[in-house]
């Protein structure tokens, strides 16, 4: 089964770092671009960030730029998300996705519900920004 696996939340204290953790099951991760998006409770699904599959190009969500980074290596087919500065704001489940396809994962972080297109999801993890 192709899956995406997220790992790395958990609960920190504002101004904290966490580092997240999307590894593959079923699949490499090499052709695949890749996104992470979060859902507080009560909203809408947000694209935060992602990634070219050569890591030739990445993007953020204005709330992130300056304070999260995205990268990943591809001989542990693995991309992380590098989280700074963490602000209560921040709290949600953290999901990545791919797609074979750059367009639509950068129009997934980018366009309101356009998320629902991309290809393969993890399970999520829960990130909570709390003192």
């Known amino acids: 089964q192709v899956q995406l696996v997220e790992s790395g939340g958990g609960l920190v204290q504002p101004g904290g770092s966490l580092r997240l953790s999307c590894s593959t099951s079923?699949?490499?991760?090499?052709?695949?671009?890749i996104g992470w998006f979060r859902q507080a409770p009560g909203k809408e699904r947000e694209g935060v960030s992602c990634?070219?599959?050569?890591?030739?190009?990445?993007n953020y969500a204005d709330s992130v730029k300056g304070r999260f980074t995205i990268s990943r290596d591809n001989t542990r087919n693995t991309v992380y998300l590098q989280m700074n500065n963490l602000k209560p704001e921040d709290t949600a489940v953290y999901y990545c996705?791919?797609?074979?396809?750059?367009?639509?994962?950068?129009?997934?972080?980018?366009?309101?519900?356009?998320?629902?297109?991309?290809?393969?999801w993890g399970q999520g993890t829960l990130v909570t920004v709390s003192s």
């Open positions: 996705a791919g797609d074979s396809s750059y367009a639509t994962v950068y129009a997934g972080i980018s366009i309101p519900g356009a998320y629902r297109y991309l290809e393969v």
């Open positions: 079923g699949f490499t991760l090499d052709n695949y671009h």
């Open positions: 990634i070219y599959s050569r890591a030739v190009s990445t």
